[in-house]
């Protein structure tokens, strides 16, 4: 049995561990916090993840909260307009839908059943020191350990990462007690709305401790008025100046949570970090070697809402290449190998991300303009978000844009 360790209880190194478990690996995962820890812990995203990745974990019975998540059939577009209104008001629907179940639940739930098939879990916050003698006793070891401190043992590629700075502050709230979508109050959808020069507020229905509940979720431009969470306000002051920032600048949502109430004491967020992308291989000063994987290896700026499906993908993807390799060792031209693999399915996914931080091109406007009219333009934007490769084939660039325009207009 091949032994294999994981380092870090998140979307990629669980959902690694647990596949690799089925396979009848020797699998053990280090974990910086226990379930109960999780828990009880602050949240860590607003997860919203589409159907391949939700697939991934249906193939391998992870979905275990799929009948409680409010099923996501759609994803809604709004741009801020003169006097609180909207300029652009869309929804387009989903072939198949999305979810979000707090990474509090779903990670504590994972390491438990991860437990329970069979797996080893050492409770243990990693260093790089205890990596150095780790790495002997392993055949292979993967860091999934997110954007925590043991990144600096993988160099940034600057090829592969045009920025090197905060691109956008970001805060999130849980809550319980918003009124339903005037828009559309049957069905629920991820709302992006964007008020230029401000930033963006995404909506997104979720699940958490206490049940369904709403994230609102703002990715501020540094140095803008959504840029104010560098004095840490405890949970309930959080809270009331997302509202009030919502009230401002994002009118017609605040209509909807102004009632609403924080889920518990733990469901706030705040915080900011760069995009960047890092060479795969880390090296210790034994001389042992380790592969990255997921947020440690391509951490990409939440706007996109892609970081858990992108670890979702990762841990797919690894997971076929150790499966291919059978017997033979783990050695670096395989990990780099394995790296590249992935890199083709999460390539068009940070450069469609890294557009999106920019103000958008005037090919861009009109696609979503066009699409307030034209159903097909809003229902190929909005699948893109679970296969972002299509994005380069006429969303990225404007003569593609124009192409497909011609080709909806034609029929
Ligand atoms: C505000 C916000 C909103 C987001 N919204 C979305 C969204 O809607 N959709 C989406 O797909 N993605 C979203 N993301 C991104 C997503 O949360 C991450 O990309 C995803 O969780 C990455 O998974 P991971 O397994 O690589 O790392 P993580 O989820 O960070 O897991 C890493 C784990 O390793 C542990 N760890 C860290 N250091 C050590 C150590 N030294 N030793 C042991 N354990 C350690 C951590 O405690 C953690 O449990 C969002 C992120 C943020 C910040």
Redesign the pocket.
Known sequence: MRKILI???????LQTGLSLLEHGYDVTV????TPEEIRGGRV??????FHTALQYERDYKLNLWEDQAPKIRGVGVSIAGSEGGRDLDWVGMLDNHAQ?VD?RIK?AGWLELFEDRGGKVIF????TSDLDSLTRHYELVLI???????VQLFGRNPDRSPYSTTQRV?S?SYVHGAERRPEHPDMDAVRFNVTPGVGELFV?PGVTLSGPCEIP?FEGLPGGPLDCWSDRPAAGEHWKRMLELMRQYFPWEYERFKHAELTDSQAT?S?GYPPVVRHPVGELPSGGIVLG????VVAND?IT???????SKCAASYLDSILERGDRPFDREWMERTFERYWSVVEPVTTWTNAMLQPPPEHVMNLFTQAAETPAIRQRFVNAFDDPADFGNWFLDPELAEQYLREVARG
């Not at 860590?44 to 993840?49: E, L, P, R, V």
């Open positions: 380092v870090g209880a998140g979307q990629a190194g280090m974990s910086a916090r860590m995203s607003t997860q919203a993840m979000s990474q990670m243990h916050g990693v260093t999934a350990a997110g954007k925590g401190e043991l970001l999130v997104i979720f967020l915080g994987m997921a947020d440690v939440p809402g892609q970081g858990s499906n992108n670890a």
